[in-house]
């Protein structure tokens, strides 16, 4: 038996199950099939998870603090497996309440693996068998898996990929992070807060590559003040395993070095879920295993969508969520706008926390621009000298002929709630007219967007 819907989506992550749920609200019969959790990665082994046990390394640093704010705390210490515990129990909670939300919205679930058969049409393996589903329309949202390079593989032991990371057999002493995107960094500011000896190897010329240089240079100093190695312009070649211990091959500057650790986390990117979907027979056009769209997700089938990790960068859970929701508007006949990667945020939940939006520096004057570029230190902001974080700098820049926002990027404490306030900006095509008259309430660390602003044409008040 064939059930027909109006749109059918593969994969839950935050791009499918939200797609799913717009879609409905608009009216539509909607199908979400699922091969291993609703919730998709972001939720049961991404962004969730890791912010859980983020917290629980903030707050341990902070423990280790006390002394600061007149306080005193006594066999500071942690227990990792409950810490661990914690992680997966916000994880369940999370994921649990997706399924919540697709039953309240009545869409139909089927847990299974989907290949698409023709156009429209899905073959659907599950537990009991083969089921065929046709949608008017089908979402590929799929998403995307660490990328794993020759000799770099996970093994589960000494060699971890982010899932093993996140459910550690055991406390790294020596550890190796191969790769600084955000993935790499905030595992090494994890493990490197609860006291593993941290090295973290980057191949491009600075740790987060793709942030403004600037922003880069100030993380990279905390890195090194709390501890961390930083080897740029490195790679790693080869990894001995034997026993206990990892050898890793280090090309630095044309010469090889070896070190030993007893642990590796390997975060060198992502590749994109394409396989098994009956793509290459529809003549869906893949590039670099994410699958080739326009600026509505549209894949050049008929009917036929991709939205999140697998239709390519930026790899952002929220990127997915609002292209979801722009095809199920499109889906049920709406006029939705394309949405815009430069308007959408970039966060790194690290210790110092990194947020951005738009053109960096470099990018901005790359694409011709002449720019007016402001820069405001927390040191100077009033809340942040009172909650202990004097270390971070907002940072803007802007069309100097026009006045438009062309990017921001900051790191301290908190600027992943913070860059919010320059994504509405963006969103809203505002200018430094608007952001200058713009009343940002005191004592907060917001004031510190307005004071960047400010800065950019020279008219600073606080530092």
Same mark, same amino acid.
């Given at each position: 038996?064939?059930?027909?819907?109006?749109?059918?989506?593969?994969g839950?992550?935050?791009?499918?199950?939200?797609?799913?749920? %717009?879609?409905?609200?608009?009216?539509?019969?909607?199908?979400?099939i699922?091969?291993?959790?609703?919730?998709?990665?972001?939720?049961?082994?991404?962004?969730?998870?890791?912010?859980?046990?983020l917290?629980?390394? +903030?707050?341990?640093?902070?423990?280790?603090?006390?002394? +600061?704010?007149?306080?005193?705390?006594?066999?500071?210490?942690?227990?990792?497996?409950?810490?661990?515990?914690?992680?997966?129990?916000?994880?369940?909670?999370?994921?649990?309440?997706?399924?919540?939300?697709? *039953?309240?919205?009545?869409?139909?679930?089927?847990?299974?693996?989907?290949?698409?058969?023709?156009?429209?049409?899905?073959?659907?393996?599950?537990?009991?068998?083969?089921?065929?589903?046709?949608?008017?329309?089908?979402?590929?949202?799929?998403g995307a898996?660490?990328?794993?390079?020759?000799?770099?593989?996970?093994?589960?032991?000494?060699?971890w990929?982010?899932?093993?990371?996140?459910?550690p057999?055991?406390m790294?002493?020596?550890?190796?992070?191969?790769?600084?995107?955000?993935?790499?960094?905030?595992?090494?500011?994890?493990f490197n807060?609860?006291?593993?000896?941290t090295?973290?190897?980057?191949?491009?010329?600075?740790?987060?590559?793709?942030?403004?240089a600037?922003?880069?240079?100030?993380a990279?100093?905390?890195?090194?003040?709390?501890?961390?190695?930083?080897?740029? *312009?490195a790679?790693?070649?080869?990894?001995?395993?034997?026993?206990?211990?990892?050898?890793?091959?280090?090309?630095?500057g044309?010469?090889?070095?070896?070190?030993?650790?007893?642990?590796?986390?390997?975060?060198?990117?992502?590749?994109?879920n394409?396989?098994?979907?009956?793509?290459?027979?529809?003549?869906?056009?893949?590039?670099?295993t994410?699958v080739?769209?326009? +600026?509505?997700?549209?894949?050049?089938?008929?009917?036929?969508?991709?939205?999140?990790?697998?239709?390519?960068?930026?790899?952002?859970?929220?990127?997915?969520?609002?292209?979801?929701?722009?095809?199920?508007?499109?889906?049920?006949?709406?006029?939705?706008?394309p949405?815009?990667?430069g308007?959408?945020?970039?966060?790194?939940?690290?210790?110092?926390?990194?947020?951005?939006?738009?053109?960096?520096?470099?990018?901005? *004057?790359?694409?011709?621009?002449?720019?007016?570029?402001?820069?405001?230190?927390?040191v100077?902001?009033?809340?942040?000298?009172?909650?202990?974080?004097?270390?971070?700098?907002?940072?803007?820049?802007?069309?100097?002929?026009?006045?438009?926002?062309?990017?921001?990027?900051?790191?301290?404490?908190?600027?992943?709630?913070?860059?919010?306030?320059?994504?509405?900006? %963006?969103?809203?095509?505002?200018?430094?007219?608007?952001?200058?008259?713009?009343?940002?309430?005191?004592?907060?660390?917001?004031?510190?967007?307005?004071?960047?602003?400010?800065?950019?044409?020279? %008219?600073?008040?606080?530092?």
């Amino acid at each position: 038996m064939t059930q027909t819907f109006d749109m059918v989506v593969i994969g839950s992550g935050p791009g499918g199950y939200v797609c799913a749920i %717009r879609g409905a609200q608009l009216g539509l019969k909607v199908a979400v099939i699922e091969r291993e959790h609703l919730g998709g990665i972001c939720l049961n082994w991404g962004c969730i998870p890791t912010k859980a046990l983020l917290r629980s390394a +903030e707050v341990f640093h902070l423990m280790h603090r006390a002394k +600061e704010f007149g306080l005193s705390a006594d066999k500071i210490g942690y227990d990792l497996p409950a810490v661990v515990k914690r992680s997966r129990g916000v994880a369940k909670q999370l994921a649990s309440g997706v399924g919540h939300l697709l *039953k309240k919205n009545k869409v139909t679930v089927i847990m299974g693996e989907g290949t698409l058969t023709a156009p429209g049409k899905v073959s659907v393996k599950t537990e009991k068998g083969t089921e065929e589903v046709t949608g008017k329309a089908i979402i590929l949202a799929t998403g995307a898996r660490a990328r794993e390079l020759p000799g770099l593989e996970p093994d589960g032991k000494l060699v971890w990929n982010y899932k093993t990371a996140l459910n550690p057999p055991h406390m790294p002493k020596k550890l190796l992070v191969i790769g600084s995107g955000a993935i790499g960094i905030e595992f090494a500011s994890f493990f490197n807060t609860l006291g593993a000896d941290t090295t973290v190897v980057e191949v491009m010329d600075r740790v987060l590559p793709v942030e403004d240089a600037e922003i880069s240079a100030h993380a990279k100093k905390q890195f090194i003040k709390q501890g961390m190695k930083i080897i740029e *312009k490195a790679t790693v070649k080869q990894l001995d395993r034997a026993g206990d211990k990892v050898t890793a091959h280090i090309e630095i500057g044309g010469k090889t070095e070896t070190q030993d650790f007893d642990t590796v986390i390997s975060a060198v990117g992502i590749v994109g879920n394409v396989e098994n979907l009956g793509l290459e027979k529809l003549g869906v056009k893949i590039d670099r295993t994410h699958v080739v769209t326009d +600026e509505y997700c549209r894949t050049g089938v008929p009917g036929l969508y991709a939205i999140g990790d697998i239709a390519g960068a930026p790899w952002l859970a929220h990127k997915a969520s609002h292209e979801g929701v722009m095809v199920a508007e499109l889906v049920a006949g709406g006029h939705p706008h394309p949405i815009k990667p430069g308007a959408i945020a970039g966060c790194t939940y690290c210790n110092p926390q990194v947020a951005s939006v738009g053109l960096t520096e470099e990018k901005a *004057k790359a694409a011709g621009y002449d720019i007016k570029v402001g820069r405001f230190p927390f040191v100077g902001n009033g809340k942040a000298i009172a909650l202990g974080e004097p270390e971070g700098l907002i940072k803007t820049i802007f069309d100097a002929k026009t006045g438009e926002l062309l990017g921001a990027h900051m790191v301290g404490a908190e600027v992943t709630e913070l860059i919010q306030g320059y994504v509405i900006g %963006r969103t809203l095509e505002t200018t430094e007219a608007e952001l200058i008259e713009t009343v940002f309430p005191h004592p907060t660390l917001s004031e510190m967007l307005h004071e960047s602003v400010l800065s950019a044409y020279g %008219r600073t008040l606080h530092f």
